[in-house]
């Protein structure tokens, strides 16, 4: 199973340089794909409850930054295999935990996103990327995730 990388550009991440440092480390540790959020406009308040979290609340708050989904790709351009795509809501989402992989690549589940927010500074990214993907198992992984 490939697994692609969610959030870019958004919060702290929505900064050139953490995008780049996300889309270098990524690559570097197997993610097959990097997708944008497309939450460009956010509500002050939330009166609906949101359904991929315990909470009910969207993880992210309405005055974070947020690039427009074209634009965010375009800063991951110092990696050698830009993003692929823009995600979506599909109507399902598994909270994000390595343990669930077997039963959806059993199910048919080709590509899996995990959604995750880099640090604020570019200089702990590459740190933070190398735990999120040996969490993942993809550290090392020639053919990717």
């Given amino acids: 199973m490939r697994l692609g990388w969610h959030a870019l550009g958004i919060g702290v991440g929505a900064r050139p340089e953490i995008i780049r ?3 270098v480390g ?3 540790h197997g993610f097959a794909t990097l997708w944008p959020g ?6 002050d308040a939330q009166t609906s409850r949101h359904p ?10 309405a005055d974070a930054d947020c690039f427009d989904p074209l634009l965010a790709p375009t800063y991951a351009s110092a990696s050698e295999r830009p993003p ?4 979506h809501d599909r109507g399902r989402a598994v909270r994000p935990d390595p343990a669930h ?3 959806l690549a059993e199910a048919g589940v080709t590509q899996y996103v995990v ?3 880099p640090p604020d500074d570019p200089d702990d990214v590459p740190g933070w990327v190398a735990e999120l993907a040996a969490r993942w198992e993809c550290a090392g992984s020639a053919a990717g995730c």
Avoid: K, N, T
């Fill in 21 to 23: 440092a996300v889309a």
């Fill in 26 to 28: 990524a690559e570097r």
């Fill in 38 to 43: 497309e939450h460009v406009v956010m509500l």
């Fill in 52 to 61: 991929y979290s315990a909470d009910g609340r969207i993880a992210v708050p």
């Fill in 84 to 87: 692929a795509g823009r995600a």
């Fill in 101 to 103: 992989l077997p039963a």
């Fill in 115 to 117: 959604v995750a927010v």
